[in-house]
């Protein structure tokens, strides 16, 4: 979860955050053959997805979690977490074996620069990269503005921003197609109603910190969304075209 998504109490976890982390978890543990490996989460928030990689994936022994908006009492208060994770505020000066940026890019000025620094400067030798963003341009909307993105990418745009900078795609796709089709009505909704964007906020209130919808349906929704996901996975695996919310791929140096 993004850190400006953060509440400021107890919450409960959104179907759509504990799915997405099971399925980019479970496609590194499927391909990520060594053992020991020391991971990357740039931009990790509050570091729910760090915690479920050391969870699901054996071969990852420790993530350091790095994010600019940490401050020093979170950092403080990260001090008694379990030894694989660690958090910083200061991008890291050493090299690893998986370098994950969850959406990342869509926050950032320079994408392409951005990109080619994390290969360059952080991921070790045949080491490992899993990216993801926003799908589909046409789909920006305020809840963009809000969160502060800048863009949103079609498919072929990230799988070339990977390959400029260095890396071997080994399987991409897209996430979350059922979530499309409301997206796409609240992005009518805006361009009917001409309502002017909002400015980007230091906290904003989203479903994801919000989610209070009881464990009957939870339990539903976080069943429909892994279906959509398992959908997802194997027309990945399949080369086959599929839609969703989300893109992805993950890389490999040569």
């Avoid at 479920?52 to 008694?80: K, N």
């Avoid at 977490?81 to 994950?100: G, H, N, W, Y």
Wanted: proline fraction near 7%; hydrophobic fraction near 45%; glycine fraction near 6%.
């Amino acid at each position: 979860m993004d850190l400006r998504e953060l509440p400021r109490s107890d919450f409960d976890r959104h179907p759509w955050e504990t799915v997405r982390a099971s399925f980019f978890s479970r496609l590194l543990r499927e391909h990520v053959n060594r053992s020991g490996l020391c991971a990357l989460d740039m931009g990790a928030g509050d570091g729910f997805f760090a915690g479920r990689l050391v969870a699901l994936v054996p071969q990852v022994r420790h993530v350091t979690c790095f994010d600019r908006g940490y401050d020093e009492a979170w950092l403080r208060e990260r001090t008694t977490k379990p030894a694989m994770l660690s958090f910083t505020a200061v991008r890291p000066e050493s090299r690893f074996d998986v370098v994950i940026l969850l959406d990342v890019l869509e926050h950032v000025a320079d994408d392409r620069a951005t990109l080619r620094e994390a290969v360059s400067d952080l991921l070790g030798p045949r080491g490992w990269l899993l990216v993801s963003a926003p799908a589909y341009p046409s789909l920006f909307s305020h809840h963009d503005v809000l969160l502060g993105h800048k863009r949103r990418y079609s498919p072929g745009r990230l799988r070339a921003l990977v390959r400029e900078a260095g890396l071997a795609a080994v399987e991409a796709g897209q996430l979350f197609a059922s979530l499309i089709l409301p997206r796409a009505l609240a992005k009518l909704g805006e361009v009917a109603s001409r309502r002017p964007a909002p400015s980007p906020a230091a906290h904003v209130e989203t479903a994801l910190g919000t989610w209070s919808r009881g464990p009957l349906v939870t339990r539903g929704v976080t069943a429909a969304l892994a279906l959509d996901a398992l959908c997802s996975r194997r027309a990945a695996r399949r080369h086959l075209p599929w839609p969703g919310l989300s893109t992805w791929v993950l890389a490999q140096l040569p």
